[in-house]
């Protein structure tokens, strides 16, 4: 690598915590230099200034912030679960489905019991 490209990667930005830096950096400078406009402009003017300079580290703060990617967090891979090997509906239940509905008749209930003797 040559000399400039070395000089270049120290004022590069890389993470969200030196954007954040900066634009602290910013503000105290924005405050500053409003302060010094509102003594050299007396009265409204000097106020409008220092307002118009604090506005300056919002807008700076938020493209660097968009700027810098965020870093991917380490992440294992998914655990992938295996389909089960024999079916878990229960032989002879009704097969449920949202799609269409079933008539409110059922495969099995009270209606396919046997009817008590009262003899």
Known sequence: MTMRLRL???????TRTEALFLTYAIAVGAIERGLHYID????????????????????????LIDSVKPQPSP????????????????????RLSRNRPNGGRMDRGSALRAPLRTD
């Not at 270049?8 to 890389?14: C, E, G, P, S």
């Not at 300079?53 to 919002?58: D, E, M, N, R």
């Not at 655990?79 to 079916?87: E, G, L």
């Open 75 to 94: 992440v294992a891979e998914p655990v992938r679960i295996p389909p089960p090997a024999v079916s878990l509906r229960r032989r002879g239940a009704p």
């Open 40 to 63: 050299q402009y007396p009265g409204y003017a000097g106020y409008v200034l220092a307002l118009a300079c604090l506005g300056v580290p919002f807008v700076a703060g938020a493209k």
């Open 8 to 14: 270049a990667r120290l004022f590069t930005i890389k």
